[in-house]
């Protein structure tokens, strides 16, 4: 007997074997096979975790797959690698030639043993089918001590069947019996009940450690693994995203994060590094071209995010109202805060603060407001929206002299534009409309019309801050006056609002700019504003 079989069988009762099967079981299922070099790579990855056994392919399929599989022998270390080989003279036997190199090896054979599979698909009888396996286990022996043995479809085998054939296994030098839930049928309570049955009817079940191999049709398929070990099982069979055939395996994050979290429950324990886990995850979901949906546990984009303003303010009170796992355990720096309309005061007050502004600087119910009326228009804010509502706040103090107040514009395909904008001018409001060639030089038109103050605009630009449907636009100009140039900014979610905002703030350093000359003539001081962020240019 091997090291490792000695370590296996001498497995305390508390530790569950991890079998990874996402270069198998995940791999056979995509919708285009895995190079040589993506596998190894993926093998890497996925021995980082710490798994206890890998099966990494199926030799007899192709002579890829034999290559992959010895040069994943020949260069991962750590795990035990593992082939998988039908009750097949000849899949044994390449499945052992490809296995060679490793420094800990498994065969793994099967055949299916339910009523559907013996009859339709093997077309053999159970006692063939027994007659079959046991010759394959006992040649998998001839070229490695550790064989495992799948009775394929076991959920749906009737249970003296199962111990029929679980014994003879054994008997023939099986060390690992795995009992697949191969079309993802059973149910937790039916899958426990069939283990404490294998446990307390075969007489040499002792000499074997239990595996379970669970398929998600139902989406039980962690559940059912769970069961099965609470039952007695000690291997789980499981794959990296919960990739493989149909609606996958069980998942090795979800199984690994249950073990780790509910020690109060199961009392086990596993190998795996969890930190490495989100890591491993990205990787096979990019090599695969699996992407994993947003909501997946454990790994997916919102497993670590909140979005409601309740659990966002609880969980800035103490992680623990809403988080059952740290995100440092999976491999995660920090949780996220999505800002939304159903976001609260607390968390933007918070967001407010890392990006550097003190209460002082605003006041959270008005802050609060705006951010609503920006969120129910975007859907997402982002901290650079947060930045630029307090930016236009600045900007649009009471004491600045003109104020945006309405804008409204059209715009036909091969028709002059049309706007019609409002401005606040201390108490007065003014509006007028104007025609242009595009809804921003109808704008500025009509702005030069209340102001009476026409600008030669020499610089226009538009860009867009953050990315895709969501970002928001920032319009930059510039402007000559009286031979000296002026910068003006604005940013709002509709460019045209943008460029109207930048338009004004330059109607603003003018207006401010004639008070200071007005004043140092008059030699009186003028009061203090802040232009935060508009740079002005002699
Ligand atoms: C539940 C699972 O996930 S099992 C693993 C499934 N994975 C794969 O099938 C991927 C690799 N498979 C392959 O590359 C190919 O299917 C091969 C090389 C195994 C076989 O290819 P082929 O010889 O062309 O046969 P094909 O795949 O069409 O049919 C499967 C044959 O194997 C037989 N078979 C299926 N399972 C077993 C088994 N465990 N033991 C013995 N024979 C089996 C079938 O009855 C069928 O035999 P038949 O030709 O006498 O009817
Ligand atoms: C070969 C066995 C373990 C299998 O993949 C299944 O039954 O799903």
Do not use: W
């Given at each position: 007997m091997d090291t490792h079989t000695e370590k296996l069988e001498g497995t305390p009762q508390d530790r569950v074997i991890i079998f990874d099967t996402t270069l198998r079981d995940g791999e056979q299922a995509l919708r285009a096979s895995l190079s040589r070099r993506a596998k190894l790579e993926l093998a890497h990855a996925i021995a980082r975790l710490n798994v206890?056994?890998?099966?990494?392919?199926?030799?007899?399929?192709?002579p890829e797959d034999f290559m992959s599989v010895q040069e994943i022998a020949n260069q991962v270390r750590g795990p035990r690698i593992c082939g998988l080989a039908r009750a097949v003279e000849n899949d044994i036997i390449q499945c052992a030639n490809a296995l060679k190199s490793a420094e800990q090896s498994r065969i793994h054979t099967f055949i299916a043993t339910s009523p559907i599979h013996l009859k339709?698909?093997?077309?053999?009888s159970l006692e063939q089918a027994k007659t079959s396996a046991i010759g394959s286990i006992k040649l998998a022996r001839q070229y490695c001590d550790d064989v495992e043995f799948s009775c394929e479809d076991a959920a749906r085998t009737p249970i003296d069947d199962l111990c029929f054939m679980v014994d003879a296994a054994i008997e023939a030098g099986a060390r690992t019996i795995n009992l697949p839930d191969t079309v993802g049928y059973t149910t937790p309570q039916e899958y426990a009940f069939m283990i404490e049955q294998l446990r307390n009817r075969?007489?040499?079940?002792?000499k074997a450690i239990l595996s379970v191999h669970c398929h998600n049709d139902l989406g039980l398929a962690v559940a059912n693994s769970m069961a099965a070990i609470q039952a007695g099982a000690r291997q789980i069979e499981c794959t990296v995203n919960g990739i493989?055939?149909?609606?996958?395996?069980?998942s090795l994050e979800e199984v690994a994060m249950i073990i780790n979290t509910r020690k109060d429950l199961y009392n086990l324990s596993s190998?795996?590094?969890?930190?490495e886990i989100v890591r491993t995850s990205h990787q096979v979901a990019q090599i695969c071209n699996m992407p994993v949906q947003a909501?997946?546990?454990?790994?997916?984009?919102?497993?670590f995010a909140h979005s409601s303003g309740i659990h966002q303010d609880g969980v800035l009170k103490a992680e623990n109202t809403y988080e059952i796992i740290k995100p440092s355990q999976v491999g995660i720096k920090a949780n996220e805060l999505n800002l939304t309309?159903?976001?609260?005061?607390h968390v933007i007050a918070h967001r407010l603060t890392t990006l550097?502004?003190?209460?002082?600087?605003?006041?959270l119910d008005q802050f609060y407001q705006q951010f609503l009326n920006l969120a129910d228009k975007k859907g997402a804010v982002y901290d650079y929206d947060l930045e630029a509502l307090m930016y236009n706040n600045l900007l649009e103090?009471?004491?600045?002299?003109y104020q945006l107040s309405f804008l409204n514009t059209t715009t036909t395909t091969n028709q002059v534009s049309s706007a019609t904008v409002a401005l606040r001018m201390g108490d007065q409001s003014t509006s007028e409309a104007a025609t242009g060639n595009g809804p921003v030089e109808a704008t500025y038109k009509a702005i030069n019309r209340i102001t009476n103050t026409p600008l030669n605009l020499v610089q226009y630009q538009l860009s867009a801050k953050g990315?895709?449907?969501s970002a928001i636009g920032q319009v930059d100009i510039v402007v000559e006056s009286a031979g000296q140039r002026y910068h003006g900014a604005g940013l709002a979610t509709d460019i045209v609002e943008a460029s109207a905002k930048a338009y004004i703030n330059v109607l603003n350093l003018l207006h401010r700019a004639e008070q200071i000359e007005q004043a140092k003539q008059q030699n009186v001081k003028p009061t203090q504003t802040s232009h935060q962020g508009v740079s002005h240019e002699a």
């Open positions: 206890d056994v890998m099966e990494v392919g199926f030799p007899v399929s192709s339709h698909k093997l077309r053999m075969v007489p040499n079940i002792n493989g055939e149909r609606a996958g395996n069980c190998g795996i590094k969890t930190q909501n997946k546990a454990i790994v997916g984009d919102n497993a309309s159903r976001s609260g005061r550097g502004y003190s209460e002082q600087e605003y006041d103090q009471a004491d600045d002299h990315e895709g449907e």
